[in-house]
Each structure stands twice: as C-alpha cells, then as structure tokens.
C-alpha cells in the first residue's frame, strides 16, 4: 500500500514539471492528501518501531533481573503505577487542588483524565472564585446563547464545504485536515460546549463578551462621575483587565475602552434593560439619609445609567428629625452631593406615589430608583467618591 502511493505521488509530481498547464484543482487537492497519508504513515511506522525498540529493551532488563535476584515464591510485584491506580478519593482530592491550568493539562494526559478533569464539579470552585463576582444571570443567559450560535455556526461550515476536502469530511474532520496543513499539529480534542470548563475558557481567552456594568465609564470621565453603566466585556489575560463596550449613544458610536480594572465592574443588580425604565419599588420606604441609585439618561435616545445619590430633606423641613415629616410627603428629595451648591445637578424631586420618567431635554430624564440595603453597596461608591466637587 504504501509502495503504490508513492508510486502514484511521483507518477503526479513528474508529470506536473512536464506540463506546461497547470493541474484542475482536484488534482491539487489528491496531492495534498496522499501527502498527509504518507507523513502519517511515517509517523505511526517509527512510532511502532519505538515501541518494538522499548520493549524488547525491558524484556530484556526484566531476564538479567530475574537471574540476579533469589526466587521468591507468592509475592506479587506490581510492574507499572499511575495516578489512576490512586484510590478515587485520593485522585479526587489531588484534582480538586490542581489549579485552572494544571487541571485543564490534565485533561489532555489520557481519555480518563479527560472524563474526569472536565467534570463540572471541579471547574465550578474555579468559576465562582475567579468569575463569580461579574457574572450574572443575565451573563449566563447570554452564554448559552453564544454555544448556540457557535453551534449553529459550526454545522453551517461543516455544509459548505467543498472539493475533496467536503467530500471526505464524512472519514476525517475538515478542522483535523486544515490544522495539517497549516500547523502539522493534530489538535487536541476540545471541552464540551456546555460544560462549566468551557464557560470558563471562554471568558479566560476573552472570546467570550459577557455583560456587566462598569463604574465611572470611558476612564473616569468628569461627565459619567459617580454612575454605573451596562457594557459587554472581553478579559484580556496578559493584563488582568478588561475591554469595555458600551452601545451607541444617540448619533454617538459604539465606544471601546480599555484597561477597565476589576474593582470597576459590577454584576447588574437588578434585569431591567438599560433602555427600559426599572420599576420602582421602593418608594414608601425611602427617608431622610437613605442611599439609592436612580437611572439617569441625557436623552430619550440614550441607554439608562445608574446614578449614586441620597435623600433629602425637603425645603421647608429643618432637618431636625424630631420634628422631619419629610417621609411622609408625596414628594421625595434626591441629593446628588458630588455637585457643588446651586449646581443643576444637584437635586431633584420626584413623586412618591405616581413616579414615571421625569425631565427634559435640558436637565435629563431620571427614572427608576432602587435603594443601597447593604454596606458593600455604599462603600463602593464611598471609594469611586471624587477629589474635587463637580460644577
């Protein structure tokens, strides 16, 4: 077999350098396979030869230790140990220590390392670890909506392959035959799509855009101070940041920043799109001091953000809190204190019982209001707090 498909490879390459017209494109391609057959019968006939060599070497060792050693009757000598001969309590809490890099390396040992180092149970201490304070709900729905394109994508491509190489996607891969002839590397088989150890390479490699929200936008821009904003993230590992991609403004185009850190991004803390008004529900609660966040946008044509702020006393009110009624008006303060006195920006007042989007193309529309419950929650925006006031 092999004798005839270098007989017929030089028969191909004799006569091409006596033509002077070049060869129909399926020729080129018979050449280009009967090439990889030939280097993969090479390889597998040295690896055979390697393997012939090594054990007629420990053949071999094994009669010269035989000779030399007393006979020993009833004892049983183990010839060769693996990790997997390890109870699979102790194989379990060595993988389970393994870290992302050494565990996914360990997944291309052997098809039960594999099987096993893929295992959800494993990848899922390093997803919350690492990925757990970004990702939402809302960023896993998009996930399985990202492994469902790409597979639909991929049975697209599968499709549209033609010549030869279509043709034998049936016997070999058409990814296995373009990795020959561009990196001469087989590649190893990937993780399931689905599996948390794909979710996690994904964001890893910064394939995968996933939303979140990033404080102070667009590097801390005076006019985005103290607001949070949805965008799409892309990791980058070599710096331990973030791509940031906010969707247009108005006429404005989509804006990219980078080198967003880790402490700038937040899951959402509540679905509500950022074109669409949050409800709110917290208005009968809200007092004198309380920490909120309201969404604020400049037009009708712009996403929501969200804007730190607390609430005020009314006009007419003191601030004394023996004597504040302001809790139970129809009307609630909002302070926005990074603002210096008599700034615009400074307050506003929205009605407590019939609160819909409120403003002008002047001002700004505010919308929904949600109130801070938590420490964390105000602490972060302590530390976002800015070194000078705003006009």
């Given amino acids: 077999m092999l004798f005839f498909l270098i007989s017929c490879l030089s028969f191909l390459i004799l006569s091409n350098s006596f033509s002077l ?9 018979m050449i280009l396979l009967l090439g990889l057959l030939l280097r993969e019968l090479a390889c597998a006939f040295v690896r055979q030869l390697s393997v012939l060599r090594f054990s007629s070497t420990m053949s071999f060792k094994k009669n010269v230790e035989k000779k030399s050693l007393p006979k020993v009757e009833n004892v049983e000598v183990s010839e060769e140990f693996t990790i997997l001969d390890l109870p699979e309590l102790a194989l379990e809490s060595i993988l389970g220590k393994l870290p992302p890099s050494a565990l996914y390396n ?5 098809r039960s390392l594999r099987d096993r180092c893929r295992s959800d149970h494993l990848w899922k201490k390093h997803m919350s670890e690492k990925w ?8 896993y729905r998009e996930w399985q909506w990202f492994i469902a394109t790409r597979r639909d994508l991929g049975a697209l491509d599968v499709r549209k392959s033609r010549g030869w190489l279509g043709s034998l996607s049936c016997m070999w891969r058409v990814s296995w035959l373009k990795s020959k002839i561009n990196s001469g590397v087989k590649p190893r088989s990937s993780s399931p799509a689905d599996s948390i150890m794909a979710c996690y390479l994904s964001l890893e ?31 980058d590992s070599c710096t331990d940041t973030f791509h940031a991609r906010y969707p247009p403004h108005g006429r404005r185009n989509m804006v990219i920043e980078e080198g967003v850190k880790w402490e700038r991004l937040r899951p959402p803390p509540v679905s509500t799109p950022a074109h669409e008004l949050h409800v709110s529900d917290c208005l009968d609660d809200l007092r004198p001091g309380d920490h909120i966040e309201i969404q604020w946008r400049r037009s009708k044509e712009f996403p929501y953000g969200w804007w730190y702020g607390v609430v005020g006393h009314l006009e007419l009110c003191d601030g004394n809190r023996n004597l504040c009624y302001c809790h139970s008006s129809d009307t609630v303060m909002l302070e926005f204190n990074q603002y210096t006195p008599g700034s615009r920006w400074r307050r506003t007042a929205v009605n407590r019982k019939d609160h819909q989007e409120e403003g002008n193309e002047t001002n700004g529309f505010y919308g929904g209001i949600r109130k801070l419950h938590t420490k964390e929650e105000r602490a972060m925006w302590k530390q976002l707090w800015p070194t000078h006031v705003l006009e």
């Fill in 205 to 235: 490699s910064g394939k995968f855009w996933f939303p979140a929200q990033v404080y102070n936008r667009e590097y801390g821009h005076v006019g985005f101070m103290l607001s949070c904003y949805d965008a799409d993230l892309s990791y």
């Fill in 132 to 139: 757990g304070r970004v990702m939402s709900p809302t960023a």
């Fill in 21 to 29: 017209l070049p060869f129909p494109s399926w020729v080129n391609e």
């Fill in 106 to 110: 360990m997944a291309c040992v052997c």
